[in-house]
Structure formats: C-alpha cells, structure tokens
C-alpha cells in the first residue's frame, strides 16, 4: 500500500489476476487499519497504541491513535527485533510516543514480547512509561480481516449495516463494526485499472469425464458426510477446462543392497535416542554462571564517629572494648654501613735529655713527628738521665729501646728509621727522639659495620610484626572484630647483639612490647556507616560489606572517650530480578542473550560458563540452573 492505496509496482498483478479468475474488486483491507478497527470494538474505546506486524523478514510499526493509523514504517528484521522496532519508531515524528505495544502476525510471539519487553525504551526514546507488551491471539488478525473485509462486501452489494449501540453490546462483540462512510465510485479510486490482453489461440480443452451408473439407473447417492456446496444450482460456478499432460516415465532403478553385519540396526536407531535423552537432561540438569561485568557507581564521604563502650549522645557511636596486647619479636637485617678497621704501626725510639735535670715521662706521653702528622705513645714510662755538667763537651742523657705504638690504625704510620720526632710538650734543645729503626705493622682495611639505619630499620621491622601478633591474637580470641591501636608499642626489652659502628654483616634485635587497642566488631563498623551515607544510594542499587572500603583514622582521645575520622569508598551494584531474567534466556543461544543485559546499568560484558561442558550443546542455555554474579570493574 501507498497512501492508502495499491502500489504501483502491484497494480497490473492484480489486475491480472482479477481479469484470469474473473474477479471484480469491491475494496481494499489493509490488517493494520483492521486490527486497529477491531481492537476499538473490542474494548469499546478508540486505541492509541504502537501495533507491530512482525514477519520472517520485515516488521510493520504503526502509530494507531483514537483507533486510527496515523504513520506506518518498515524495518527490516535483524537478530533483534526491539532495535527494528526502535529504527521504525525513530523515522516517525511522533507528538507522544504511547506506552504498550501490540504484536501480531498469526503466531505465537513470546519470544519476540520478552526481547520488547526487555528493551530499556525509557532510556532510548521519550516514553513517559514503561511500555506495556501485549501478543493478539493467533486468530486476531485472521478474524479482523475477515470482518472488515465482511463489511466492505455488504456496503457493494447495497445492503443497509446498522450498528449495535445499546448498553447491553459487548465489548468483544464481533458484529459491531463501523461501516465505512463513503464507498469506493469506481475501481481506479481504490487503485484498480483493467489491461487488455489478447486472448490464447488455442484453448485446451478437458477430458470427457465417464458417466456413473447404478445398477438399479437411479442416480448416485450422495453421502452425508460429503460437504454440499453453499451455492445454488442456478449461481454455482462452472467448471473450467483441465489441462491434460502427459508426463514422461521415470525409468526404474535398482539401488544396491547394504552389506550385512552382526548387529541390528536398532543399534542405529539408539545413537540419535541417547543423543536426545542426553540433550533433555541438559536442559533441566544442566547449571550456568552468568557472570554480569559493570562499571558501578561509587560513593566517597569521610564521617566522623566516637569509639566507647556505651552508645555517646549526639554523634553515630562504635561500640568497642579496650584491651591490652603483649607481644615479642626477633628480626635481623643485614647492615649496610661501613667502617675502617686494622692494625696499630709500632717501634723503638731514642730519647735524649739535652737538659741538666733528668725527665720522668709517663706511659702514653704523646711522641710526634716533625709534621705533627703521626703521633705515637710511649708503652710504659721512661726515665731519661740529665746531660753531663761538662761546660766544653756536654753529653745528653739518652733512654734506648723505648718502645711507642701508634694512636691509630693505618699503613701510614710505618715510618722510617732516623725519623725525628719530639717529645711531650718539650721544645726539642731540651728533648728529643729518633727512630731507631723502621716502624712496622700498621694495616687498614673498609668492612661492613653496623649502622643508625640499619638499628633503625630493623625496630621497625620488629615493631610492626608485633602490631601483627597483636591483630592475628585478637582475631583469634574474637572471630569478626578488628583492633584499633591507641598508641605506639611500649618496649619493655630492646637489645642489639652489635652496638653502633661495629664491624658485622648483620644486625639482630630482641625485642617485646605492650600494645593498648580497641576491639571492634566490622559488622557493626559497615552498618554505622551505611546508616550514616543511605540518603546516596539512589533507589533500585545496594553495597556489599565485602566491596566497601572503610579506614578508620588513629582515634584521639575527647571527653572521656575516643572519636575518629571514617574514611568510606562504596561501589554500587545495580538490583536485577534474577527469577525474571533467568525466564527471559532460559533455552535460547549464548551469543543472542546479550541484549537482556543491556538495561542494567554501567553493563560492559557478560561471561557465560555452563556445567557440563558438552560440544554444540552447551551453546544454548539450560531451563534451569541459571545462576548470576555482579562484578564490578
């Protein structure tokens, strides 16, 4: 049809076909105006709906208002009939866009009203609501073009159709139809033309058909149960010339016989039966995990709360109990300072008294060199005697062998013989000494030594393994509740086994503590806090307890009792009705449930894991046995 009439592309077929079989067209019966017709005498008030005549290839949307059809457009059918019906919808410009569809097509629709159904049109077009679905009965369409059509042939034939307006007519009531106002003047008007057409050369003509005679030359009885026709003699329609052909004969072929084996072909017949029985099993004893992929949204809000044993007046109370933990630990790590380590330079000197009184020098009276560089002690005390009184050839008194040692490590001390060097504080034209020989044994060496960091890294390391013992104690002691520390561990024991600077390749530490902590329960933490942000979850979402995230700050001491900060970080899952969406997949293919998912919100993607996994079978989904799971990303 075009613009309520025949298309153009149609007109001489069915031209042609009126002229073959002698027909005379009385008017046109579109199904969408007989459905939107019949539908307004059946529940007794014009509709104003969206009717979807859905074909294998095609679906007709048609905008119907107060019971008449305004717009009509095809869409082709892809894999989803609800994007067809929305490509349909988009191309009208609708003033409203009504909330229930109407389908229809002759067949049962229940596939094609759930992927309707299902479809979030509140999200895509303007509808005020969300549509209701409705499926005719099979016979609907059947029954609307019948009447209507009934109605068109009583207007040709001139006969008077009046209406049944009283109170007591039923609203499904076949007979009340509307009788169109005008009729059609002539056959162009509705869009018929005649086409003249030569007429064959020869006309085949019909078998002789043989006379039926009874032996008594009565003529044949007819049964009862053999329909009569519903046309009198006088207007039954004459019979039409048959065409007589004669086919050729098939010639007969004799197809090789099998070969005979051992078994019976029953055997044959129990593959496809073992195959069906296990295919039925599947369907209502297979399981599947539909794992539902979403962005979600997230709610972040600190609050503040108070910590004690007994509910606090005026601000959300954590009902906690403060205990004390003890706890020990050793741990080593290995140093990472260095230090310079080795050996002493050590020798023998001679001191001389250049002085007329004698010097008495105690054990580790400092002997320097003329430098000032290298510095030596005495090893034990020496007396050196006066210089002679001789006025013209004075001797200086002398001590031999007096052995000295270096007052630090180092090669560079090995100084050489006849070095100089002066002694004590005295000026060297009272005292002085000489090397007597080379100073030997002065060695150093860079090696691994204990450092600030290194006593410092490995406290901390024994401090939070304590904090551990702690918390691991106090789970065990009281399953669910966590422990809130109110302050640092106090050491009752910390010993190093090296001191600071220390040649070693490692540090060890020792050490035990006491621990003040309160003891919550997390149950009761979530559902403080859930009180405390439910005005932010918007309606249809919820949280989990294993999803959110709660910090509780180191609480502060006010009043008597204990207040902190409540950090909160909670996704939100989407409610979905798992009873209506597992009907809505149940038995159809893995790879066209897809758009089920789509309304949720924040959906990404769907994995789709089915138990036992049988080839080919498991690509369509059990009847049973459907089982979903919310993950956010």
């Given at each position: 049809?075009?613009?309520?009439?025949?298309?153009?592309?149609?007109?001489?077929?069915?031209?042609?076909?009126?002229?073959?079989?002698?027909?005379?067209?009385?008017?046109?019966?579109?199904?969408?105006?007989?459905?939107?017709?019949?539908?307004?005498?059946?529940?007794?008030?014009?509709?104003?709906?969206?009717?979807?005549?859905?074909?294998?290839?095609?679906?007709?949307?048609?905008?119907?208002?107060?019971?008449?059809?305004?717009?009509?457009?095809?869409?082709?059918?892809?894999?989803?009939?609800?994007?067809?019906?929305?490509?349909?919808?988009?191309?009208?410009?609708?003033?409203?866009?009504?909330?229930?569809?109407?389908?229809?097509?002759?067949?049962?629709?229940?596939?094609?009203?759930?992927?309707?159904?299902?479809?979030?049109?509140?999200?895509?077009?303007?509808?005020?609501?969300?549509?209701?679905?409705?499926?005719?009965?099979?016979?609907?369409?059947?029954?609307?073009?019948?009447?209507?059509?009934?109605?068109?042939?009583?207007?040709?034939?001139?006969?008077?159709?009046?209406?049944?307006?009283?109170?007591?007519?039923?609203?499904?009531?076949?007979?009340?139809?509307?009788?169109?106002?005008?009729?059609?003047?002539?056959?162009?008007?509705?869009?018929?033309?005649?086409?003249?057409?030569?007429?064959?050369?020869?006309?085949?003509?019909?078998?002789?058909?043989?006379?039926?005679?009874?032996?008594?030359?009565?003529?044949?009885?007819?049964?009862?149960?053999?329909?009569?026709?519903?046309?009198?003699?006088?207007?039954?329609?004459?019979?039409?010339?048959?065409?007589?052909?004669?086919?050729?004969?098939?010639?007969?072929?004799?197809?090789?016989?099998?070969?005979?084996?051992?078994?019976?072909?029953?055997?044959?017949?129990?593959?496809?039966?073992?195959?069906?029985?296990?295919?039925?099993?599947?369907?209502?004893?297979?399981?599947?995990?539909?794992?539902?992929?979403?962005?979600?949204?997230?709610?972040?809000?600190?609050?503040?709360?108070?910590?004690?044993?007994?509910?606090?007046s005026g601000i959300p109370t954590l009902i906690a109990t403060k205990k004390t933990f003890t706890g020990s630990a050793t741990e080593s790590v290995p140093t990472t300072g260095t230090a310079t380590v080795g050996d002493k330079a050590s020798g023998t000197i001679t001191i001389a008294n250049k002085s007329v009184a004698p010097i008495v020098l105690k054990a580790g009276t400092a002997i320097t060199n003329d430098t000032g560089k290298y510095v030596y002690t005495l090893v034990s005390p020496v007396t050196v005697a006066s210089a002679s009184s001789d006025p013209i050839d004075p001797v200086s008194g002398k001590a031999n062998g007096v052995q000295?040692?270096?007052?630090?490590?180092?090669?560079?001390?090995?100084?050489?013989?006849?070095?100089?060097?002066?002694?004590?504080?005295?000026?060297?034209?009272?005292?002085?000494?000489?090397?007597?020989?080379?100073?030997?044994?002065?060695?150093?060496?860079?090696?691994?030594?204990?450092?600030?960091?290194?006593?410092?890294?490995?406290?901390?390391?024994?401090?939070?393994?304590?904090?551990?013992?702690?918390?691991?104690?106090?789970?065990?002691?009281?399953?669910?509740?966590?422990t809130l520390p109110l302050s640092d561990i106090q050491f009752t024991k910390k010993q190093f086994d090296h001191n600071l600077n220390e040649e070693a390749t490692s540090v060890s530490l020792v050490l035990e503590g006491s621990l003040e902590a309160l003891v919550y329960s997390e149950n009761d933490l979530y559902s403080l806090t859930i009180e405390q942000i439910k005005d932010q979850i918007p309606s249809g979402s919820s949280t989990t307890r294993e999803s959110t995230v709660i910090h509780v700050e180191n609480p502060t001491k006010v009043d008597g009792s204990y207040q902190a900060k409540v950090i909160i970080e909670a996704p939100l899952f989407?409610?979905?009705?798992?009873?209506?969406?597992?009907?809505?997949?149940?038995?159809?293919?893995?790879?066209?449930?897809?758009?089920?998912?789509?309304?949720?919100?924040?959906?990404?993607?769907?994995?789709?894991?089915?138990?036992?996994?049988?080839?080919?079978?498991?690509?369509?989904?059990?009847?049973?046995?459907?089982?979903?799971?919310?993950?956010?990303?």
């Amino acid at each position: 049809m075009e613009q309520d009439k025949i298309h153009a592309t149609k007109t001489k077929l069915i031209t042609h076909l009126c002229k073959e079989l002698g027909l005379d067209p009385i008017g046109v019966v579109t199904t969408n105006r007989a459905v939107a017709h019949y539908l307004k005498k059946r529940e007794g008030m014009p509709p104003t709906v969206i009717l979807l005549e859905v074909y294998t290839s095609k679906v007709a949307v048609s905008y119907v208002y107060l019971g008449e059809v305004k717009q009509t457009e095809e869409a082709a059918r892809s894999g989803d009939l609800a994007h067809d019906v929305e490509e349909g919808l988009t191309r009208m410009d609708l003033p409203n866009y009504p909330a229930r569809f109407i389908l229809t097509n002759g067949n049962s629709l229940e596939e094609e009203s759930q992927q309707i159904t299902a479809f979030p049109w509140t999200d895509r077009l303007p509808f005020k609501h969300i549509p209701k679905v409705e499926v005719l009965p099979i016979d609907f369409s059947i029954k609307s073009i019948a009447l209507t059509g009934g109605v068109e042939a009583v207007q040709f034939l001139g006969m008077e159709v009046v209406e049944d307006e009283s109170p007591n007519a039923t609203v499904g009531d076949d007979s009340n139809l509307v009788i169109p106002v005008e009729t059609p003047s002539s056959m162009e008007e509705i869009g018929f033309a005649y086409e003249e057409t030569s007429a064959p050369a020869d006309i085949p003509v019909a078998p002789s058909t043989p006379e039926v005679v009874s032996d008594d030359d009565s003529s044949p009885e007819i049964s009862e149960d053999e329909p009569e026709y519903a046309f009198s003699d006088e207007v039954a329609p004459p019979q039409k010339p048959r065409l007589a052909i004669k086919l050729p004969r098939i010639p007969k072929y004799s197809l090789p016989s099998l070969p005979h084996f051992g078994f019976s072909w029953l055997f044959l017949l129990a593959i496809p039966a073992v195959l069906i029985i296990v295919f039925i099993g599947y369907l209502f004893f297979g399981q599947v995990q539909i794992t539902i992929h979403f962005d979600p949204q997230k709610i972040s809000r600190q609050i503040g709360i108070a910590i004690a044993e007994s509910s606090q007046s005026g601000i959300p109370t954590l009902i906690a109990t403060k205990k004390t933990f003890t706890g020990s630990a050793t741990e080593s790590v290995p140093t990472t300072g260095t230090a310079t380590v080795g050996d002493k330079a050590s020798g023998t000197i001679t001191i001389a008294n250049k002085s007329v009184a004698p010097i008495v020098l105690k054990a580790g009276t400092a002997i320097t060199n003329d430098t000032g560089k290298y510095v030596y002690t005495l090893v034990s005390p020496v007396t050196v005697a006066s210089a002679s009184s001789d006025p013209i050839d004075p001797v200086s008194g002398k001590a031999n062998g007096v052995q000295v040692t270096a007052v630090r490590i180092g090669a560079e001390y090995n100084l050489t013989k006849n070095t100089i060097f002066s002694v004590d504080n005295f000026s060297k034209s009272i005292a002085a000494a000489i090397a007597e020989s080379d100073f030997t044994g002065g060695t150093s060496r860079t090696v691994n030594a204990v450092s600030k960091a290194d006593q410092d890294k490995v406290l901390a390391t024994a401090t939070e393994k304590i904090k551990s013992q702690v918390k691991v104690d106090s789970e065990i002691q009281t399953p669910g509740f966590k422990t809130l520390p109110l302050s640092d561990i106090q050491f009752t024991k910390k010993q190093f086994d090296h001191n600071l600077n220390e040649e070693a390749t490692s540090v060890s530490l020792v050490l035990e503590g006491s621990l003040e902590a309160l003891v919550y329960s997390e149950n009761d933490l979530y559902s403080l806090t859930i009180e405390q942000i439910k005005d932010q979850i918007p309606s249809g979402s919820s949280t989990t307890r294993e999803s959110t995230v709660i910090h509780v700050e180191n609480p502060t001491k006010v009043d008597g009792s204990y207040q902190a900060k409540v950090i909160i970080e909670a996704p939100l899952f989407p409610g979905i009705d798992e009873n209506k969406l597992a009907g809505y997949i149940k038995g159809k293919p893995t790879a066209s449930i897809r758009h089920f998912f789509e309304p949720i919100s924040g959906f990404t993607s769907a994995d789709v894991k089915i138990y036992p996994p049988i080839p080919f079978i498991t690509k369509i989904l059990p009847l049973k046995n459907i089982k979903f799971e919310l993950i956010g990303n």
